[in-house]
């Protein structure tokens, strides 16, 4: 299956991830290599099958996702995070989507787009309990085991606190929020 071909279509990702586990460490290498050749090539508004271009995206972050999710021992995830650290750095937002689902998958939680009330959130100030009892803005994913999100997540965390990369994407990230709300304020 092609890369381009595989994702355009989000039912293959889980296939190719489990394939993945037949893959020696050199090809985990080539893999990680390849992951951000597609990412970094930018001659693409429209795929071949009508695919557009944010979904292809979005569906690689995906696929970012499960393979470090899973494969976080085998497969280097720092090069990855250092190319999502330049991009910000250059000002490009479209691989931010990626960063999403990479997040998401690697955490296990996903980000409710609700509303949040002022009671919800100062329970996710307190401890595991409330957070879980006041619900609110973050769920963990469903069907996912909690001790490989657990190592995942402890993996990502490693990487950008010992790669020296926490605190740059937190301020990129910040920079870039406050000029786009500029933008939106100017137009």
Wanted: hydrophobic fraction near 40%; glycine fraction near 8%.
């Amino acid at each position: 299956v092609h890369g381009e071909q595989a994702m355009a279509y989000d039912n293959l990702i889980l296939c190719l991830v489990e394939m993945i586990r037949y893959v020696t460490p050199l090809g985990m290498d080539v893999l990680v290599y390849q992951l951000l050749a597609n990412m970094a090539y930018q001659g693409r508004t429209r795929m071949k099958d009508d695919t557009t271009y944010s979904t292809w995206l979005t569906n690689l972050g995906t696929f970012a996702g499960h393979f470090y999710r899973k494969y976080h021992s085998l497969a280097d995830l720092h090069p990855l995070l250092n190319y999502m650290v330049n991009r910000l750095r250059a000002g490009q937002m479209s691989d931010l989507v990626v960063m999403q689902e990479l997040m998401r998958h690697m955490t296990g939680t996903e980000n409710m787009e609700t509303n949040v009330n002022d009671a919800q959130l100062q329970a996710h100030a307190g401890g595991p309990t409330l957070r879980f009892v006041a619900g609110g803005f973050a769920q963990t994913l469903p069907g996912v085991s909690v001790k490989v999100i657990g190592k995942a997540s402890k993996k990502l965390r490693d990487k950008l606190v010992n790669g020296n990369l926490a605190q740059p994407t937190i301020l990129l990230l910040a920079q870039l929020r406050s000029r786009h709300v500029l933008l939106d304020d100017i137009e």
